[in-house]
């Protein structure tokens, strides 16, 4: 079941890369930015993280909470110097996908394979290539990417599902959600 705007964000613990315990429902108060990936060498997932790190000190210092979810375990993941290079948020290997299916994230191989025809696969490669990125031998090639912005009272007043492989909410609109777009005004 996918979720949509006005719907309550749904509760989760888990750990995160570091053995943390993360819960989501104890960020309630903050807004929150619940992100599903695909898989630790996914160039797609890992330049769109990459992008959202350029804003890491503006959304720390909004007080807005990111978590990044994906499907490979907490060991690949840790062991990638990038992935552990993430902090302060939480990053979080969920291989069995049981907080996916509660998000509704889905697995399609029609839309894995529109990925092929609107995305610059060769450009997201080329993006991370000097990421050194582990293989993940055991993620799945169709897993489409899902954002959720929830706001301080534990709503969701976002819910994004990927048409693709490199379908993620627009940057700007990440940033306008977290209260940290440039609003730069002409002067009169």
């Known amino acids: 079941m996918k979720l949509q705007a006005g719907n309550a964000a749904l509760d989760f613990v888990t750990k995160d890369i570091y053995g943390n315990d993360v819960k989501l429902s104890d960020y309630r108060g903050k807004k929150i930015i619940l992100s599903f990936y695909r ?104 897993l489409i990417p899902a954002d959720f912005f929830i706001d301080e009272n534990f709503k969701i007043v976002k819910a994004h599902y990927g048409k693709h492989l490199d379908d993620h909410v627009d940057i700007e609109e990440l940033k306008v959600f977290a209260d940290i777009a440039n609003n730069f005004r002409k002067a009169i």
């Open 39 to 142: 898989n630790v060498s996914c160039p797609f997932c890992n330049r769109r993280v990459h992008q959202i790190m350029g804003s890491n000190v503006k959304l720390k210092n909004a007080g807005v909470q990111l978590l990044f979810l994906f499907e490979s375990s907490n060991e690949k993941l840790s062991s990638s110097v990038f992935h552990q290079g993430i902090s302060p948020w939480p990053l979080i290997g969920d291989p069995d996908k049981n907080i996916y299916k509660k998000y509704g994230v889905e697995q399609s191989t029609l839309k894995m394979m529109k990925t092929m025809l609107v995305a610059n696969v060769g450009q997201a490669k080329k993006d991370t290539k000097d990421l050194n990125l582990p293989a993940d031998k055991d993620a799945s090639m169709n």
